[in-house]
Nanobody, 125 residues
Framework: QVQLVESGGGLVQAGGSLRLSCAAS????????MGWFRQAPGKEREFVAA????????YYSDSVEGRFTISRDNAKNTVYLQMNSLKTEDTGVYYC??????????????????WGQGTQVTVSS
């Protein structure tokens, strides 16, 4: 079992920045890859970013590449998503996700088994 709790969402103007955090508990944190997904109103949940167990490899969707940075602190059992140059189309509920059986490089093509409750990000124009 893995429990995930996100924080850090909020309202920001276009061009601004936010940093999301996701605290994990349960299985040893360094034993599984982590990912971030988001869901905009009326749309399906989509992959945003993933990071390997050690943090040495990261993967991004084309829509956030170069603007968002995923990182993790295995000593704090936490994964982060630094979001810069935010656009109105980044608005949505952001979820962190984990699955001990899924490596980071395929997380965008799967539906991980563990999810946080989500945190709202609203980018105004």
């Amino acid at each position: 079992q893995v429990q995930l709790v996100e924080s850090g969402g909020g309202l920001v103007q276009a061009g601004g920045s936010l940093r999301l955090s996701c605290a994990a508990s349960g299985q040893p944190f360094s034993s599984y890859a982590m990912g971030w997904f988001r869901q905009a109103p009326g749309k399906e949940r989509e992959f945003v970013a993933a990071i390997s167990r050690s943090g040495s490899s990261t993967y991004y969707s084309d829509s956030v590449e170069g603007r968002f940075t995923i990182s993790r602190d295995n000593a704090k059992n936490t994964v982060y998503l630094q979001m810069n140059s935010l656009k109105t189309e980044d608005t949505g509920v952001y979820y962190c996700a984990a699955d001990p059986a899924t490596p980071a490089h395929v997380m965008g093509f799967t539906r991980p088994g563990y999810w946080g409750q989500g945190t709202q990000v609203t980018v105004s124009s």
